[in-house]
């Protein structure tokens, strides 16, 4: 027996499940061991309970439902609360903010990402922020780019525009735009300073799910926004716009914003 396939598919249960009672049993026969075994191996391999996965499986998916609007007495009985204010508290513990909150500010929040077993599986926890952001203009240079193939052309041009305009050396905060317009896609290392020599590009007010990247090396980068794309977005339920991508660069960080709705 494959170990790693069997609790990927526990993992796949539980998933389906997430609205529903889960049953221990049920993914202890799947593994062909005792419920106590079941746990004792879920809990060496990930450095959590299977109980306290599934209350964060829960807590993760609960934002999209927040988020659409939903009333929290019935996001509470949804996922086996016993009441909005215990429900209120566990979302607490895990966010940092009372749910009621979310919709009032930008505000950072916890993800449990599914879990994918292999040899060396280790609980992930990821951060992130969901801002709405009102309409703003960045000026910069572009070039027309290959989606797929982003970092090579990135690098040259930043180079570039680094060489050519002595803003791009001194700012403390620059952008690097990904995004299509007219049926092509172009990258743009752009300012929020405004200048006559360099292209206009507007932003429109939108609200964007951002990841916090601490290396400002473009396959890093590139890495990243694949994997919020493959995980950690569908993990949490939102639809996502890939028509535009920001990367925000500071001093020792980026972040990375993509459009959400």
């Not at 993914?27 to 209350?55: D, H, N, P």
């Not at 000026?139 to 040259?156: C, H, L, Q, T």
């Not at 690097?176 to 990258?187: F, H, I, P, T, V």
């Not at 609200?207 to 949490?236: H, M």
């Amino acid at each position: 027996m494959n170990i790693s396939n069997e609790l990927n598919n526990c993992i796949l249960y539980i998933e389906d499940n997430l609205d529903k009672e889960i049953n221990y049993e049920k993914m202890a026969k799947m593994i062909g061991c005792s419920v106590s075994t079941f746990q004792r191996v879920f809990s060496i391999l990930t450095g959590m309970t299977v109980t306290e996965y599934i209350r964060r499986r829960r807590l993760t998916v609960a934002i999209t439902d927040i988020n659409k609007g939903e009333k929290i007495i019935d996001i509470a009985l949804k996922y086996g609360y016993t009441s909005p204010s215990s429900f209120s508290r566990s979302f607490n513990k895990m966010h940092g903010i009372l749910p009621s909150k979310i919709k009032n500010g930008n505000v950072k929040l916890g993800m449990q990402p599914v879990l994918k077993f292999n040899n060396n599986s280790r609980n992930n926890n990821i951060s992130f922020k969901i801002e709405t952001k009102e309409a703003f203009i960045l000026y910069g240079i572009k070039k027309e780019v290959d989606f797929s193939n982003i970092p090579p052309v990135a690098r040259e041009l930043w180079k570039y525009a680094k060489e050519k305009y002595p803003d791009f050396r001194e700012s403390l905060i620059k952008y690097g735009l990904s995004y299509k317009e007219d049926g092509k896609c172009y990258y743009m290392c752009a300012l929020d300073k405004h200048s006559s020599l360099l292209e206009e590009k507007k932003i429109h007010k939108s609200k964007w799910i951002i990841f916090k990247c601490k290396s400002n090396n473009g396959e890093d980068i590139k890495r990243l926004f694949n994997k919020a794309y493959d995980d950690y977005i569908p993990n949490i339920g939102f639809n996502y716009n890939t028509d535009i991508e920001i990367e925000i660069y500071y001093k020792d960080y980026v972040e990375l914003l993509i459009n959400i709705n």
